[in-house]
Structure formats: structure tokens, C-alpha cells
């Protein structure tokens, strides 16, 4: 009988162990790390903003596919909320992201929003990416505002170059008022008088002003410089958001504007505001106007393209430069996370990483090494123009060609 019993003893030792360890297994709960877009969803600016949207969100799954990959026990989260393109709302959203414990935001998307933003940024300890403003005025070295894209000193010489070499001596430069498109203004006014041409400036308008007496202005320029240097060597420089085609509404039905070359801000490039309606469409068209994007290289289109692809297949919308740029901000973010193991506590630590990891990051947009600003260091240019189908009679966008 005891040596039946032994064996049975044994058994259930052993189950009472197993039973044991199963009941007392840890189990490694992951921690999500908040990344908060601050897009603009709604009204003018709305492409990039639901385009940029679109790209983190699929950043992230791409993320947390490699952190799960790894084994850490963090993730990341992104959220996204809707500025309308207004300061005042990006400012509020910033402090709800501040109350929140975010540690990073991707956004917004115009410098006037930044730049309202920069007084709360400075007392907070939260990493800001803009995918793309521009405006020389917010390169401040050492500030917690990185922006992945090229500063409009880089743009503005790019257009003032490009509009010089298509023939234009003298150039009218049109701006909404803003932070950006006043910093594009000025730079491509600056970089088109260092060339040898000759720059007459509108007076910034609002949103919401009288476009007619703009376009009154801008025509009273036009016909000055067309009377000294001729049609065929006189441009218009329009810088704007969505409310740039205010301006061509009223243009398409005087002659002499629509008798010149036209060009456009980054504010204007993909919006299908200017596709949607015909007269701003078929203006653009009869006066060969383009706009540019930040460039992408095309020897990462395997890299970026299924990306873009994915987004117009979500948004309906075609993903530029400036999207896809957000979607390389989540992943130099991750990185960031990574080097510190996850721990994103040591805010001094966690600026110093982002910037090491950024410039040693390959995106898909390419290099995201920045300068001692903390903006994109280097960029190329893609300028977009309007066709129209010759099968159904809709408007689009296309690439048209790069900067030099």
C-alpha cells in the first residue's frame, strides 16, 4: 500500500505546483504612449489636415507592429482633433493635450496656429512636429517646435528661382495673412530681387475681406508692369490657404489677370478647393498656375507610395508631401520612445533623443535631419498643376514638374 501511495503523493505535489504557478503568472500589461494630432478636419486646409490624419493613424498600427515585434511592454496611441485651421481653437486643443499628460503632438498644420501656440509650448513640457509650417519667424534654435518640413527660406528661393527661369521679370505677390504664406510672400519677393526681377506687393488680406478691392489692387499692378515689361514677363505670386480662390473667382473675369502667368503657396497645393469649382479651375489652367510640395524622392517611391495609397484609399484624397511627413513624425517619435526604453518621464532626455534620432532618420519622405532651428534641413520641390479630364469633365491635380 505505501508504495501505491508514494507515487500518488508525488502526483498531486506536482499538480498543487502547477496549479500553484498558473494562479500566480504575471501578466505584462502594455502601456500606450499618447501622440495627439491637432489637424485641421473641417473647412479651409481640410485635404492636408484629413490626408495627415489619415497617415498617422496608419503610422501607429505600423509602430506597434514593431514595438509588439520587440516584445516591450509599450505601445503608442494617437488620437486626433480638429483645430479648423483657427489659432484660437489650436491653442485650447494644446491645453487639453497639456491637461491630458500627452507627450507629443504632430501638428498643426499652419504657422499662425504655431505661433499662437509657441507662448503655451514654452511652458510645457510636450515635443510639437509640424508636417507644415513654414514661417522663417518660428526658427527659433532650442524652443520644443520641430517642423518636418523645409522653412519658406528654402520654398522661397525654390519658387523664385523656378518663376524667374520660366520668364517672369516682374512678379506681384499676393499673401493671405497669416504667419506662413506673409513668410513665403517675403521670401520669394526677397530671392526674386536678388535675381534681377522687380516685385510689387499686395496688401495681406483677411479672411472674410473684400476680395474685389484685392484683385482691384492686384490688377492695378498687373497693368503697370505689363505696360513697362509686357504679358509674357509678368507673374502673379498667390500665397494662401483655401481662400486663395476668392481671389481667382474674381480674377477669371478681368482680362489682363487672366492674361499673365499665376503662380501658388504650399497652401494651396492638392486642395480640392480649387478643383471643385470650375471658374478657379479653368483659370488655373488658362494661366498655367502651379504650386509646390515639398518633393519627394524617387528612389523611395517603393517606400512611400503604398503608404499614400492607403491614405487615399481611407480618405479619398490624394496624400502629399506634407501628409506623408507625418506619418515619418510618428515614426522618429517612436524611435525616440525606443532609445529611452519607453520612458518618456525625463523631458530634457526626451528632447535631446528626438533630435538624434530625427536626423539620423530615413523616411519615406526622405532625410528627416534637421537644422539647428529644427527644421527639415534640405528639401527639393514638386509643383502640382490642374488638368481637366477630357473624358468626364472633372478637375485634378498633377504633378507637373520638380525644382532645380
Not at 334 to 349: L, M, P, Q
Request: charged share 20%; proline share 3%; glycine share 8%.
Amino acid at each position: 500500500m505505501r508504495k501505491i501511495l508514494l507515487p500518488v503523493i508525488a502526483l498531486f505535489a506536482v499538480a498543487l505546483v502547477f496549479q500553484s504557478c498558473k494562479k500566480t503568472k504575471v501578466v505584462t500589461k502594455v502601456r500606450a504612449i499618447s501622440i495627439r494630432g491637432l489637424f485641421t478636419l473641417t473647412g479651409s486646409g481640410s485635404t492636408l489636415g484629413v490626408t495627415s490624419s489619415a497617415a498617422i493613424q496608419l503610422a501607429a498600427d505600423d509602430v506597434n507592429k514593431y514595438f509588439a515585434s520587440k516584445g516591450y511592454p509599450y505601445s503608442i496611441g494617437v488620437d486626433v482633433v480638429n483645430t479648423n485651421h483657427t489659432a484660437d481653437i489650436a491653442v485650447a486643443q494644446f491645453k487639453n493635450a497639456k491637461a491630458d499628460g500627452v507627450s507629443f503632438i504632430i501638428g498643426p498644420q499652419s504657422s499662425s496656429e504655431l505661433a499662437a501656440m509657441k507662448p503655451e509650448i514654452d511652458q510645457a513640457n510636450i515635443i510639437v512636429i509640424s508636417q507644415s509650417s513654414t514661417a522663417g519667424s518660428l526658427a527659433i534654435p532650442g524652443d520644443a517646435i520641430f517642423r518636418f518640413c523645409p522653412s519658406d527660406k528654402i520654398e522661397g528661393a525654390a519658387m523664385a528661382n523656378t518663376i524667374y527661369k520660366k520668364g517672369q521679370t516682374a512678379l506681384i505677390t499676393v499673401t493671405q495673412d497669416d504667419a506662413g504664406n506673409k513668410g513665403l510672400q517675403a521670401s520669394v519677393s526677397a530671392a526674386f530681387i536678388a535675381k534681377g526681377g522687380v516685385v510689387s506687393a499686395v496688401t495681406p488680406f483677411a479672411i472674410g475681406a473684400d476680395y474685389s478691392a484685392v484683385v482691384a489692387d492686384i490688377k492695378t499692378k498687373v497693368e503697370a508692369y505689363t505696360a513697362t515689361y509686357g504679358a509674357d514677363k509678368v507673374g502673379v505670386y498667390l500665397a494662401s490657404f483655401d481662400e486663395g480662390t476668392e481671389i481667382m473667382k474674381l480674377a477669371a473675369d478681368v482680362p489682363a489677370l487672366a492674361a499673365v502667368k499665376w503662380y501658388g503657396g504650399d497652401g494651396a497645393v492638392l486642395s480640392v478647393a480649387y478643383t471643385k469649382v470650375a471658374k478657379v479651375a479653368d483659370f488655373a489652367i488658362a494661366t498655367s498656375f502651379f504650386a509646390p510640395s515639398v518633393g519627394l524622392p524617387a528612389s523611395l517611391e517603393t517606400q512611400y507610395k503604398p503608404i499614400a495609397d492607403k491614405i487615399k484609399e481611407k480618405t479619398k484624397l490624394d496624400a502629399d508631401a506634407f501628409a506623408l511627413a507625418a506619418y515619418d513624425a510618428v515614426w522618429a517619435i517612436a524611435y525616440t520612445i525606443e532609445a529611452n526604453n519607453g520612458d518618456v518621464s525625463d523631458f530634457a532626455k526626451l528632447k535631446t533623443s528626438f533630435v538624434e534620432q530625427a536626423n539620423k532618420h530615413q523616411g519615406i519622405t526622405g532625410s528627416d535631419a534637421l537644422d539647428e532651428a529644427g527644421d527639415r534641413a534640405s528639401g527639393i520641390f514638386d509643383y502640382f498643376g490642374i488638368i481637366k479630364s477630357t473624358v468626364d469633365g472633372t478637375y485634378s491635380w498633377i504633378f507637373k514638374e520638380k525644382s532645380e
